[in-house]
């Protein structure tokens, strides 16, 4: 949500602590972009602000991924 302009303030759990136990693997990780990139495309995020979404995506990688 930052990314594309949203609101900045998260009081949720922190992703680590709720993604411990699902055993996500990277395939999951990265088929969950796939879903994200489709969504950005249905709403009409501009397409120059894709990267940058990608880029923060993934920064989460180490949080949720916990199978490789």
């Given at each position: 949500?930052?990314?594309?302009?949203?609101?900045?303030?998260?009081?949720?759990?922190?992703?680590?602590?709720?993604?411990?136990?699902?055993?996500?693997?990277?395939?999951?990780?990265?088929?969950?972009?796939?879903?994200?990139?489709?969504?950005?495309?249905?709403?009409?995020?501009?397409?120059a602000?894709?990267?940058?979404?990608?880029?923060?995506?993934?920064?989460?990688?180490?949080?949720?991924?916990?199978?490789?």
């Amino acid at each position: 949500v930052l990314v594309t302009g949203g609101p900045n303030k998260y009081e949720g759990h922190e992703l680590k602590g709720v993604h411990a136990n699902l055993g996500i693997h990277k395939s999951q990780f990265d088929k969950s972009w796939t879903y994200m990139e489709k969504a950005c495309h249905d709403l009409k995020v501009p397409a120059a602000l894709l990267p940058e979404v990608k880029t923060v995506f993934y920064a989460s990688e180490k949080d949720v991924v916990t199978k490789h």
